[in-house]
Antibody, heavy 122, light 106 residues
Framework: EVQLVESGGGLVQPGSSLRLSCAASGFTFDGFAMHWVRQVPGKGLEWVSGMNWNSDNIGYADSVKGRFTISRDNDRNTLYLQMNSLRAEDTALYYC???????????????WGQGTTVTVSS | EIVLTQSPATLSLSPGERATLSCRASQSVSFYVAWYQQKPGQAPRLLIYDAVSRAAGIPDRFSGRGSGTDFTLTISSLEAEDFAIYYCQQRSNSITFGQGTRLEIK
């Protein structure tokens, strides 16, 4: 079964850091681009970041550029999102998602995890 | 940033009816548009990519069309499980999503 399982969310104070992880199984992880998408409860979807299969092509939304870092460990079948200088507006459910091919341009996201919640509040 | 505007915000229809959802881009995105369905408490599900291609396992009552700036998702005959929120997405310039269309039972 193809599966993505996120972890690492929690309640943190503004200005602090958090690292999200996404464990992938059921498919050849190093054959596909991976992305993070977030959603404020009751609101729409916002793409956060994505990377191609071998990490040499990475993109970020303007809202997180310079604060968040995406990475992957293909040996461990795991995607990460390092989030620094967190703000209240980063509060959301963070989804790990799989692109439908290996390139960063594979924007169609065909597998989604159930998400991990990040709450930034003092 | 390319802005995607979906209309209508809410669409009220009955099972068996045809649904047409619109997504308009602020500038051309070629054919790089995908559509997703999201039900309460669930992650989104990919329906359509590259404007017209159905994702694996998606019933053929779902179809997409369009290019450039104007795109539509059509559900030919609504079934009970189709009532949900639908989002369009583009990747021509970074990746952005529309604000969603809520398809509700009339």
């Amino acid at each position: 079964e193809v599966q993505l399982v996120e972890s690492g969310g929690g309640l943190v104070q503004p200005g602090s850091s958090l690292r999200l992880s996404c464990a992938a199984s059921g498919f050849t992880f190093d054959g596909f681009a991976m992305h993070w998408v977030r959603q404020v409860p009751g609101k729409g979807l916002e793409w956060v970041s994505g990377m191609n299969w071998n990490s040499d092509n990475i993109g970020y939304a303007d809202s997180v550029k310079g604060r968040f870092t995406i990475s992957r460990d293909n040996d461990r079948n795991t995607l990460y999102l390092q989030m620094n200088s967190l703000r209240a507006e980063d509060t959301a459910l963070y989804y790990c998602t799989k692109g439908y091919c290996s390139s960063l341009t594979c924007y169609a996201l065909d597998v989604w995890g159930q998400g991990t919640t990040v709450t930034v509040s003092s | 940033e390319i802005v995607l505007t979906q209309s209508p915000a809410t669409l009220s229809l009955s099972p068996g009816e045809r649904a047409t959802l619109s997504c308009r881009a602020s500038q051309s995105v070629s054919f790089y548009v995908a559509w997703y369905q999201q039900k309460p408490g669930q992650a989104p599900r990919l329906l359509i990519y590259d404007a017209v291609s159905r994702a694996a396992g998606i019933p053929d009552r779902f179809s997409g069309r369009g290019s450039g700036t104007d795109f539509t998702l059509t559900i030919s005959s609504l079934e009970a499980e189709d009532f949900a929120i639908y989002y369009c997405q583009q990747r021509s310039n970074s990746i952005t999503f529309g604000q969603g269309t809520r398809l509700e039972i009339k």
